[in-house]
């Protein structure tokens, strides 16, 4: 495996980069208050090619592979975890879109998408099908050339300020579970749908809530594929989206990596830096090996998804490892300042609710190890 960085790539990152120290650094704390991620700052970030790098360029993207969308939510994420979200959402929904729909409907809401203009959600969670994600109830049934939704969706990133959402929804009897599920593309804006939001502890600039559908109607030419493969599409693009999910972790840890090491280095305490004491610095240094260790996973298996190779274990393991991995070398760099780091002077506390979010959402540890387990014994 050949991780080089291409010219492209070194020149994404390069963009990337420079754009989330010099323009999202210092907001983030700005955004979290006003608990959203404003469409001029989406707009800015499509004017530089940084939303659906891996989407074709017919549709607006720069036809680059996964590895270019990596790098950009792994820089983005330095500045702010939750703007990094925006390029995730565009990742994960513009595959589906780009690979299952219509050429007319893509052409009309991929561009959209990577201008920036539109903000996608993907809307699956219901209350009574979290882990068990085959199991929804919300209902999609045929009227005429169209079809009605009914029911409710809960915990979607994003709820309340997208503008289109992915809904998978029962076109089938609960008896045939993930063959009886479809997927559809709805504007948000449709008749029928309301919003609410849920009062988190962190990722307010994201944001999570509930959609409510009554009667909500959306013409055949918006499903996303056939009838009952709604399941199945989302799970392939999942295991896109859990590499990038890791490196959205692990890039908030890095940076508060970086600021702790630059404070050991300049506090003095008994006469001399503190880094000089091994106490302060070895948790540091365990702490900064499992985060590099956790990183390159998460690029070797968007390597794999690049290549056409098999990438669903690793793609389980960048989801459970690398967001607790994230967690816990944010909170020793919060504990490396001392007093300093526990107010809100400071990034850390900020970082630790946002990142904690993820060894949540998008499928826990425990449904990941049983994804590893799955397929390793069925190898065996």
């Known amino acids: 495996m050949n991780y080089a960085l291409t010219t492209d790539q070194q020149a994404i990152r390069d963009l990337a980069e420079r754009f989330s120290h010099e323009t999202l650094l210092h907001g983030y704390r700005k955004r979290e208050e006003l608990a959203r991620v404003d469409k001029s700052l989406r707009r800015q970030i499509g004017e530089l090619g940084l939303i659906g790098a891996e989407i074709p360029q017919s549709y607006g993207g720069l036809g680059l592979?996964?590895?270019?969308?990596?790098?950009?939510?792994?820089?983005?994420?330095?500045?702010?975890?939750?703007?990094?979200?925006?390029?995730?959402l565009a990742a994960l929904n513009g595959q589906i879109i780009a690979d299952h729909m219509s050429a007319e409907v893509a052409g009309h809401w991929l561009p959209k998408i990577c201008s920036g203009e539109v903000l996608p959600a993907l809307a699956l969670t219901e209350p009574g099908a979290g882990s068990d994600a085959a199991n929804l109830q919300l209902s999609a049934v045929r009227?005429?050339?169209?079809?009605?939704?009914?029911?409710?969706?809960?915990s979607i990133s994003m709820?309340?300020?997208?503008?289109?959402?992915?809904?998978?929804?029962?076109?089938?009897?609960?008896?045939?579970?993930?063959?009886?599920?479809s997927a559809f593309l709805v504007p948000m804006d449709s008749e029928g749908?309301?919003?609410?939001?849920?009062?988190?502890?962190?990722?307010?600039?994201?944001?999570?809530g509930s959609i409510f559908f009554d009667e909500v109607r959306v013409p055949?030419?918006?499903?996303?594929?056939?009838?009952?493969t709604g399941f199945t599409q989302v799970m392939q693009g999942f295991d896109f989206s859990r590499a990038l999910i890791g490196l959205q972790c692990l890039a908030v840890a890095r940076q508060s990596l970086r600021e702790a090491w630059a404070y050991v280095?300049?506090?003095?305490?008994?006469?001399?830096?503190?880094?000089?004491?091994?106490?302060?610095?070895?948790?540091?240094?365990?702490?900064?090996?499992?985060?590099?260790?956790?990183?390159?996973?998460?690029?070797?298996?968007?390597?794999?998804?690049?290549?056409?190779l098999p990438h669903t274990t690793e793609a389980a393991m960048c989801k459970w490892w690398p967001p607790k991995a994230a967690y816990e070398a944010v909170y020793q760099c919060l504990l490396t300042?001392?007093?300093?780091?526990?107010s809100r002077d400071l990034p850390f506390e900020q970082r630790l609710r946002d990142v904690l979010g993820l060894q949540i959402g998008d499928g826990t540890a425990q449904i990941m190890k049983m994804i590893i387990s799955r397929q390793r014994t069925a190898s065996v």
């Open 159 to 181: 709820a309340d300020q997208a503008d289109i959402a992915i809904v998978f929804a029962r076109t089938g009897s609960a008896s045939e579970r993930a063959r009886g599920i």
């Open 143 to 154: 009227s005429g050339s169209d079809y009605l939704l009914n029911g409710e969706k809960t």
């Open 193 to 208: 749908i309301t919003t609410s939001r849920i009062d988190d502890m962190g990722e307010h600039a994201v944001g999570r």
């Open 65 to 88: 592979d996964a590895m270019a969308t990596g790098i950009i939510i792994d820089a983005l994420a330095e500045g702010d975890f939750n703007v990094a979200y925006v390029v995730l």
């Open 220 to 228: 055949d030419s918006h499903i996303i594929g056939k009838e009952g």
């Open 265 to 308: 280095t300049e506090r003095q305490a008994f006469g001399t830096a503190i880094a000089s004491f091994q106490g302060v610095t070895f948790p540091l240094a365990e702490h900064d090996t499992y985060v590099t260790a956790a990183r390159e996973l998460c690029y070797k298996t968007l390597w794999l998804k690049s290549n056409n």
């Open 337 to 342: 300042h001392g007093h300093g780091g526990y």
